[in-house]
């Protein structure tokens, strides 16, 4: 693709400048792609009615043509007017976690551009809680199709540097609004069957989940990876970053044992561990991800620690495994998307 001329705009959200807002919502409204920072991860949005608009992010990308975006809105009312309807549960799961870092599947009236849903006849939709995201959408009076904003298969951006990184050239703006909080993306949940299904973990666990609408089950392909993903993004690889990443499973002397090998073998190795774990390792270099007592600090940490590592002085990845609970579940999903391979101590 050509490049394009990117405009930058440093927005504080707790002090959000409507005239810069302004400005991001025009380009929307002239179907330009504009990137913008949530409280999970930046998103690449587009106005999600027109169908060049949407181009314009899969083009920016790369994505593949069928990966359905994610729809942000302002509001429950600009659901409504997206889907054929809502059903009891997802009522109940927006009145409880929205604003937030929750996606619901509901069934698509058609209104979006079809380039949007990759043909399906659901629709993903999210109200973002952060307030650059919502400055936009109230101003822009748009719906926005927004994925995370990273070139297709690298991990997603936490900070507007990392957005600046993929793709600085290839969009019409980007709006710097700071680190985000969660760090992950949004949980995305099926609502078009009987009971809530988990397509993708994300920063509403299904703990959360379960108070509020009972049983939720975990898409099978989240469990079993024979199994066709129901979330067709969930196939492709992800969040990898420049070197090749070992996910390592077993205890401390067992990863020291991996880097020492790897090392004997002339390989420069990069770790990410807790930071319970961090003065226990010797490795090239060391990135601490926040604390195995809180989940919810590896996640924030994650995909910067991925990004972090450059094969000018890094030739592998090894990084600890976390607890599968929580916000844990989250983490081990995208860990073990981004690697390479998986080494398991025999018990
Ligand atoms: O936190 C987030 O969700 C971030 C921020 C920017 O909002 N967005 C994000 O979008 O992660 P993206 O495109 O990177 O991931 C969207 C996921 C993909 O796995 C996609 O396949 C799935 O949601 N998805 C979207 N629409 C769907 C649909 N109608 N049915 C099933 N899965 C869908
Ligand atoms: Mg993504």
Redesign the pocket.
């Known amino acids: 693709m050509s490049t394009t001329e990117t405009k930058f705009w440093t927005i504080d959200p707790s002090n959000v400048d409507s005239l810069q807002i302004e400005e991001a919502a025009a380009l929307l409204r002239d179907n330009e792609a504009v990137a913008f920072p949530?409280e999970?991860?930046?998103?690449l949005g587009a106005n999600a009615l027109n169908e060049q608009a949407v181009q314009g992010i899969f083009a920016a990308k790369g994505r593949p043509a069928d990966?359905?975006?994610?729809v942000?809105v302002a509001n429950k009312e600009q659901i409504e007017e997206v889907v054929t309807r809502i059903p009891q549960m997802a009522h109940k799961l927006i009145d409880a976690f929205t604003p937030g870092?929750l996606?619901l599947?509901l069934e698509s009236n058609g209104s979006c551009a079809s380039n949007v849903?990759a043909g399906?006849s659901?629709?993903?939709v999210?109200i973002?809680d952060h307030p650059v995201a919502r400055a936009l959408l109230q101003t822009c009076r748009l719906p926005l199709a927004?994925?995370?904003?990273n070139r297709s298969g690298r991990p997603?951006p936490t900070s507007a540097e990392h957005v600046y990184k993929d793709l600085n050239g290839r969009v019409a703006g980007i709006v710097d609004g700071g680190p985000t909080g969660v760090g992950v993306?949004?949980t995305?949940v099926?609502c078009t069957g009987d009971r809530p299904v988990i397509?993708?973990p994300?920063?509403i666990t299904k703990e959360d989940l379960e108070e509020v609408v009972g049983p939720t089950d975990f898409d099978p392909a989240l469990i079993n990876q024979e199994e066709k993903p129901?979330?067709?993004?969930?196939k492709y690889t992800h969040y990898a970053p420049e070197a090749p990443l070992w996910l390592v499973e077993g205890d401390l002397a067992f990863l020291q044992r991996q880097i020492d090998q790897l090392q004997q073998n002339d390989k420069r190795v990069g770790v990410i561990v807790s930071q319970e774990h961090a003065g226990h390792i010797q490795a090239d270099e060391i990135q601490i991800c926040g604390s195995r007592d809180h989940l919810n600090e590896v996640a924030v940490h994650l995909y910067g620690a991925l990004r972090s590592f450059s094969t000018d002085t890094i030739d592998v990845i090894l990084c600890e495994s976390f607890p599968e609970y929580g916000m844990g579940y989250a983490v081990m999903n995208r860990l073990k998307k981004a690697a390479t391979q998986v080494i398991t101590q025999d018990k």
């Not at 999970?40 to 998103?43: E, I, L, Q």
């Not at 990966?67 to 994610?70: D, V």
């Not at 129901?230 to 969930?234: A, C, I, R, T, V």
């Open positions: 949530t999970t991860v930046y998103g990966n359905p975006l994610i942000h870092p996606t599947i849903t399906l659901s629709v993903g999210r973002p927004a994925p995370s904003a997603s993306e949004s995305v099926d397509l993708r994300g920063g129901k979330s067709p993004g969930m």
